[in-house]
């Protein structure tokens, strides 16, 4: 089993920003696809990036401009540079480990993310 462990959620007002870490449990790191997700109370959980293992992005709509995903295969972490947040970003945020090769998919426990007018 796999472990990811999500990190830098927390209270902060529209316009500002937060950056989330999630730090994967896993012995090959480099050669997995990342993203990051996220759900609120009643809602289906939705994309918001991700990051392949060639370092190719792709982001939400909704995000595109204020996210920005990157990894550290080295510290085995990829993070989301939030930058002006608005309330509608408020959230539980997942991160996700998915092999290529053997479709295998993991994810974190979550981290809240809540955003004040």
């Known amino acids: 089993q796999v472990q990811l462990v999500e990190s830098g959620g927390g209270l902060v007002q529209a316009g500002g920003s937060l950056r989330l870490s999630c730090v994967a449990g896993?012995?090959?790191?480099?050669?997995?696809?990342l993203g990051w997700y996220r759900q609120v109370p009643g809602k289906q959980r939705e994309l918001v990036a991700t990051i392949s293992s060639a370092e190719n992005t792709k982001y939400a709509d909704f995000v595109k401009g204020r996210f920005t995903i990157a990894r550290d295969n080295p510290k085995k972490t990829v993070y989301l540079q939030m930058n002006n947040l608005k309330p509608e970003d408020t959230a539980v945020y997942y991160c996700?480990?998915?092999?290529?090769?053997?479709?295998?998919?993991?994810w974190g426990q979550g981290t809240q993310v809540t955003v004040s007018p």
């Open positions: 996700k480990l998915q092999s290529k090769f053997t479709g295998s998919t993991y």
């Open positions: 896993i012995a090959s790191f480099a050669n997995k696809d």
